[in-house]
């Protein structure tokens, strides 16, 4: 894969493409061309093979076609509106499934597992076509660079040419949030998390988010000093969010969909970095004290 430190001023889009997910795979995420990903037909956007794999190896008294099933359930959701789809299916990534097999008792199903991060299959994959109808005919959608975990799409990256001064950041928000959610929202619909990047600029949001609200992650680590300039907020992007075991934790902790019983405004949010790393500073200080007020209590 191509590196951005060899970036010279004459990237194409591909090229840029092909660095940032170098960048990924330097964080342990298995790169996958879409031209290899085998499914039955092209409007198929889960990898069945990583998701049955994966219930495979952490439920080892399913049968197989009760995991067969489960991936159907999966496979097959998206009756009801789009955010609501979209919430639905978040919900069951985060809390697990829930599923009767055979025996007859009902249990949860994790469709990734939080507590033990090498436990989960994280894929990135580019250029893989999806299928969609418009007006009778079959036309065809092609993401830039997606995010799996467990077979299951949770990110989507539009990427634009650094070089093309008419390829915005904004480009690739209208892509993401105008065309894919007209033309391909079975996609979207597992995705709850989103990047838009022109080499430049490089941002993170939902898939709901409107543009002025996507933003940079400026920092690894808390206490980092701010990147600000080209490409490097890119590798402190992927470095900061992507790492396996913080995407997890931001997927599961960060993401608020709105409740519908208090307001029926569809709205999703993730956490900026400033939110992110103040949150874990306080949920650390409330661990502390609350330890302390246990010793205390058993001393007395």
């Not at 055979?102 to 999806?130: E, P, Y």
């Not at 996609?187 to 998390?193: D, E, K, S, V």
């Amino acid at each position: 894969m191509a590196q951005l430190k060899n970036y010279n001023g004459h990237y194409c889009e591909s090229e840029y493409e092909d660095a940032f997910i170098g960048f990924l795979e330097k964080e342990n995420w298995i790169y996958t061309s879409g031209n290899d990903i085998s499914r039955i037909t092209k409007r198929d956007v889960l990898i069945s093979d990583d998701f049955k794999e994966f219930l495979s190896k952490t439920n080892v008294d399913l049968l197989e076609d009760e995991i067969n099933q489960i991936y159907d359930n999966i496979r097959l959701v998206g009756s009801e509106s789009n955010f609501t789809t979209l919430h639905k299916v978040y919900s069951w990534l985060v809390d697990s499934v829930q599923f009767t097999p055979q025996s007859g008792t009902a249990r949860m199903v994790k469709l990734i597992d939080f507590d033990n991060v090498d436990n989960n299959i994280f894929r990135v994959v580019n250029q893989l076509t999806v299928e969609y109808t418009n007006n009778g005919q079959k036309e065809n959608r092609r993401p830039d660079v997606m995010l799996y975990v467990n077979g299951i799409p949770l990110c989507i990256i539009e990427l634009k040419n650094p070089t093309d001064a008419r390829a915005t950041v904004y480009d690739a928000w209208e892509q993401i949030n105008i065309r894919y959610w007209r033309d391909i929202p079975h996609l979207l619909h597992y995705c709850p998390l989103a990047c838009i990047s022109d080499g430049v600029k490089t941002r993170l949001g939902t898939v709901r988010t409107p543009y002025e609200h996507f933003y940079a992650w400026r920092r690894v680590n808390d206490g980092d000093k701010v990147s600000t300039l080209p490409f490097e907020e890119t590798e402190t992007m992927i470095r900061g969010v992507y790492s396996p075991v913080r995407f997890l934790e931001i997927f599961r902790d960060y993401i608020y969909f709105q409740d519908s019983i208090y307001d029926s405004d569809e709205v999703e949010i993730v956490c900026r970095y400033p939110q992110f790393f103040a949150s874990k500073l306080l949920k650390q200080s409330i661990l502390i004290t609350y330890q302390r007020l246990k010793n205390y209590m058993l001393k007395n």
